[in-house]
């Protein structure tokens, strides 16, 4: 008997330490899944990298709905490295997934992820387009995360607007999304894995509206729930806190305290290896406010170069895009013309074979076949109407690749007369922010402002214009008279600071 009972609570144990090392397998991709989820703000480096291991143990069980999930932690942190071609890749996986299909959060955060994409690469219609998606089909649910996400996306909508300085829709959007993320328990809320909780930055984002608007002591309620938000999330990436501090003070002439948040912004994010020339030229802007040249010329430079960096990676990274948009429009053009030709053939076909049985059989089938020719006439005539549309968007895409720094170039070496006009719609705003220091200024010294922000020289300038080297140094001391400018700073980049600021 005693045997028994000994073999038995050997088999129990066995049986037990069996399912548990079952249960550790099956669980182990969610784990690395909850690690990727726990790093977001704090390490996108680690969340990569468990995401990835995640991915491995998905595709192992081939789990849809694992796989997607670690798709949409992939994609997120390389679009937060800015290397867009592999978000963009990953991303697109994700879309292929059933479980993206069927579960609608899913759904919405890749189509919240695509917006992001896009909004980093300033495509602001793209971003409005894959938001507005999500409304569609998240709006009627009540459940926490749908809540959550369509706050989300009220969010994004108002930055949308605040980029296109439609400041109304902007605070319309931004307090939908404060009452909508408000609503929700903050127990139930800070429960959540981190890819829904944005809490922090829609507070963010509605003082960032009122700053646009220099109402920093309206804006000022709003950066303070941000930050103490963040905190409370436990978020790590704090620059963007940081900033809109500095932006705070300095709106509030605490040029001091202005620096000292810019600085922490700055470190921060070195940290997170982002680039810190925006941060960095409004460092150099306060410093030149207190009267500290030398830091004002240190940070000055350091602004100016990852400014010029960050501008030509960004510019690259752009074209890439709108080529690979170019090229996904010449397949679908391809596909069309494709099916179209199938169809053909198979119309063809199709209308061989029933004429046989129309003159074998009856007049009545033969009735029938020119009412189906009719029909899929009428359905060629929709595909071509459809390649039209296609062509147009096409010419469209083609027309925004074109460089009009380019043309603006070969504009003045031709001493073109309709290149102040073309300028002016480069640069809207170049006449009116001249005008604003001296209303006196003449369309000859604005087109000779122009010449001098696009980097010509003196030299350049008089073999272009058919002028004498010495009428342009003239020309150009009078101008640094009428805007104040002393005879230290260079006028190319005081020009471009003032312009492009």
């Not at 942190?77 to 609608?104: H, L, M, P, Q």
């Not at 920093?216 to 900033?243: G, M, S, T, V």
């Not at 003159?359 to 060629?380: A, F, M, N, P």
Request: charged share 30%.
């Amino acid at each position: 008997m005693i045997f028994k009972n000994i073999l038995l609570v050997f088999f129990v144990f066995h049986f037990s330490l069996c399912f548990s090392q079952q249960k550790n397998e099956i669980t182990k991709k969610d784990s690395f899944i909850d690690l990727s989820d726990q790093y977001i703000n704090i390490d996108f480096g680690k969340s990569l990298t468990f995401a990835k291991k995640a991915l491995v143990e998905a595709k192992k069980e081939n789990d849809t709905y694992s796989k997607a999930q670690a798709y949409y932690y992939i994609a997120k942190s390389y679009v937060f490295f800015r290397n867009f071609e592999k978000g963009d890749y990953y991303i697109r996986k994700g879309f292929t997934e059933e479980a993206v299909e069927k579960d609608i959060h899913l759904k919405a955060l890749f189509l919240m992820l695509e917006g992001t994409y896009y909004s980093r690469m300033s495509l602001v219609e793209q971003t409005l387009i894959s938001n507005r998606k999500i409304i569609n089909f998240v709006e009627s649910k009540d459940d926490m995360e749908s809540k959550v996400i369509l706050a989300n996306v009220y969010m994004n909508m108002a930055d949308c607007y605040t980029e296109l300085k439609k400041y109304d829709s902007a605070h319309f959007y931004a307090d939908k999304s404060i009452v909508t993320v408000e609503k929700i328990p903050l127990k139930r809320y800070l429960n959540m894995r981190k890819i829904y909780k944005n809490k922090s930055f829609i507070y963010f984002y509605k003082s960032w509206i009122l700053l646009q608007q220099n109402k920093p002591d309206q804006a000022y309620f709003y950066i303070e729930k941000a930050y103490k938000q963040a905190i409370l999330e436990k978020i790590e990436y704090l620059a963007l806190f940081y900033e809109i501090y500095g932006d705070y003070y300095y709106q509030i002439r605490n040029y001091q305290k202005a620096v000292d948040y810019y600085l922490l912004a700055a470190d921060n994010k070195v940290k997170f290896k982002q680039n810190s020339a925006y941060v960095d030229s409004k460092i150099a802007k306060s410093y030149k406010i207190l009267g500290d040249v030398h830091k004002e010329k240190y940070y000055l430079e350091i602004a100016e170069n990852r400014h010029r960096i960050d501008k030509e990676e960004h510019n690259l990274i752009i074209q890439m895009e709108l080529v690979r948009m170019l090229e996904k429009e010449k397949n679908e053009k391809s596909n069309i013309r494709f099916n179209n030709h199938l169809m053909i053939v198979s119309i063809t076909f199709l209308f061989t074979l029933l004429l046989i049985i129309l003159v074998i059989r009856y007049q009545k089938i033969r009735k029938r076949k020119r009412t189906i020719i009719e029909e899929q006439k009428i359905k060629l005539l929709e595909k071509e109407s459809e390649i039209y549309k296609k062509e147009r968007e096409f010419e469209k895409l083609e027309l925004k690749v074109n460089n009009p720094f380019s043309e603006l170039n070969n504009m003045v070496k031709e001493n073109s007369p309709q290149f102040w006009g073309r300028f002016q719609e480069i640069y809207s705003n170049f006449s009116a922010k001249m005008l604003e220091i001296n209303p006196t200024l003449k369309v000859s010294e604005l087109t000779f402002c122009a010449y001098i922000y696009l980097g010509f020289s003196n030299k350049e300038i008089a073999e272009y214009t058919f002028k004498s080297i010495r009428t342009i140094e003239n020309n150009r001391y009078n101008l640094r008279k009428k805007i104040g400018l002393t005879s230290e700073e260079d006028f190319c980049l005081w020009l471009r600071k003032y312009i492009d600021t």
